[in-house]
């Protein structure tokens, strides 16, 4: 795979799709949640699942990774990826105002919009990876997935922002105008990031290359053993990641008596902790400018083992309570976290040009679509182990320390996994590819 070097302005011209994605999945996930919960009264289940099959639908990710490999052109995915989200963030927004005065449909709509959500996501954002991965130099990746990510949470801060000052006084129609604003201005801001940054140097497919079937080409990339292992890793990790987002700051009330308001600046501990962990690789990544590829292999295992130390120090205080330095902890897991968050994301570009040539999409899609599947469940898998957990145990302290370290034991898996992943190289290099077609007819001639 030949690459061809894309500047810092480049990589934060992408990270610009990031921000415009960012912008309108804050407002679908988050807002609208809060709009269906209270001001309509309903469930919280049923914004809970609409967020969760919008995870679900982007297990298409391979299938939208094997559109930009048949193609050739990772621009027409990402663009089109950002109209039909744009679209799906609006109709949501319709959905969420229809539930005013007819349920039904608009729970119907909301279904459609989601699911156009989920595709627009799973597309743009698949796309963007994989244009990333054949672009930016290798000493530069750490710090591309840093600021990629950072611009991302940049267009949740100040979508948040904007868009609560403009939804006041609150109305149906203004969350309506806001949603559609944003999204306009989201998809025409994603066209200029992407404008000729593609086509300039010629990434197109050759169009007289044979292509294979998507089902050859999943089954081919499934077949790569370090493909397929850090498909594992990447569920298993992201799983153990995103188990902690809901049960950690009703820990933190349970068992520290912290007020609502204390247990949401926590949250901001821990968000900067993930900040400033994740600046760290990125610096010391770019600086040190690695040759070998098992740098960022290091900083993917070592966040793992450092996240597992963080929890395991989380479930402590859940026993000791009150005198534990709950901030200290919770400010720890977070920087371990954004560590092992970044340095996987990078090596996401880094792996995915290893193996057959022409499979970038498909890796990046599988590893995308484990990592949307883990998101789905870990969330609900959490809250469940803490119910079942205090259900048994008469301790609610200990049932959060079985949960936390449970979670910890999922991390110091996914760095087992990780540090086998190069050992798969020389295997994958060794065994021979089932569908080189070329190499079948040398043998079969030769044999003649």
């Not at 982007?58 to 094997?66: C, I």
């Not at 699911?115 to 054949?134: E, H, R, Y």
């Not at 993930?274 to 070592?302: D, E, Q, S």
């Amino acid at each position: 795979m030949t690459n061809t070097g894309l500047s810092w302005l480049g990589i934060i011209r992408l990270g610009l799709v990031q921000t415009s994605l960012g912008a309108i999945v804050i407002l679908t996930t988050s807002t609208m949640n809060r709009v269906m919960v209270v001001e309509l009264a309903l469930p919280a289940m049923l914004p809970g699942a609409l967020v969760a099959f919008h995870y679900a639908i982007q297990m298409l990710r391979p299938r939208f990774g094997y559109g930009s490999d048949v193609g050739g052109n990772t621009t027409v995915w990402i663009i089109g990826g950002m109209g039909v989200l744009a679209l799906g963030g609006i109709l949501a927004a319709c959905a969420t105002a229809l539930m005013a005065s007819q349920l039904g449909a608009g729970i119907a709509l909301a279904v459609l919009a989601f699911l156009l959500v989920g595709i627009g996501v799973g597309a743009s954002g698949t796309s963007l990876l994989i244009l990333l991965a054949k672009r930016v130099d290798k000493h530069r990746r750490a710090a591309a997935a840093t600021i990629v990510w950072l611009m991302m949470i940049s267009g949740f801060i100040v979508t948040a922002t904007l868009a609560g000052h403009f939804l006041d006084p609150f109305s149906y129609l203004r969350l309506i105008q806001v949603t559609t604003v944003v999204s306009v201005i989201a998809f025409i801001v994603t066209l200029i990031a992407v404008y000729k940054i593609e086509n300039i140097n010629n990434l197109a497919a050759d169009p007289e290359k044979e292509k294979p079937s998507f089902r050859e080409a999943l089954l081919d990339v499934w077949s790569e053993p370090k493909a397929r292992r850090f498909t594992i890793f990447v569920f298993v990790s992201m799983l153990a990641y995103s188990a902690q987002d809901l049960i950690l700051e009703p820990f933190a009330g349970l068992i520290f008596d912290y007020t609502p308001g204390e247990s949401t600046k926590l949250a901001g501990v821990q968000n900067g902790g993930l900040l400033l962990g994740m600046i760290m690789v990125a610096v010391i990544g770019t600086l040190l400018n690695h040759k070998r590829v098992g740098a960022l292999r290091v900083w993917v295992i070592a966040g793992c083992v450092a996240s597992s130390a963080a929890l395991t120090g989380l479930a402590i205080a859940g026993i000791v309570g009150p005198p534990w330095p709950l901030k200290s902890s919770v400010f720890a897991l977070g920087f371990a976290n954004g560590a092992f968050a970044v340095a996987a994301i990078a090596s996401m570009m880094e792996l995915a040009g290893s193996g057959r040539a022409s499979r970038e999409g498909i890796r990046m899609g599988l590893w995308g679509a484990a990592q949307a599947i883990a998101f789905c469940l870990g969330g609900f898998i959490g809250t469940v182990a803490i119910d079942v957990t205090r259900y048994f145990l008469a301790s609610t302290s200990i049932a959060y320390a079985i949960v936390f370290i449970a979670q910890g034991l999922l991390f110091l898996v996914a760095a087992y996994l990780a540090a086998g992943i190069e050992k798969e190289e020389t295997t994958t290099k060794q065994s021979p590819n089932p569908f080189d077609q070329s190499k079948f007819t040398t043998e079969v001639l030769s044999n003649e």
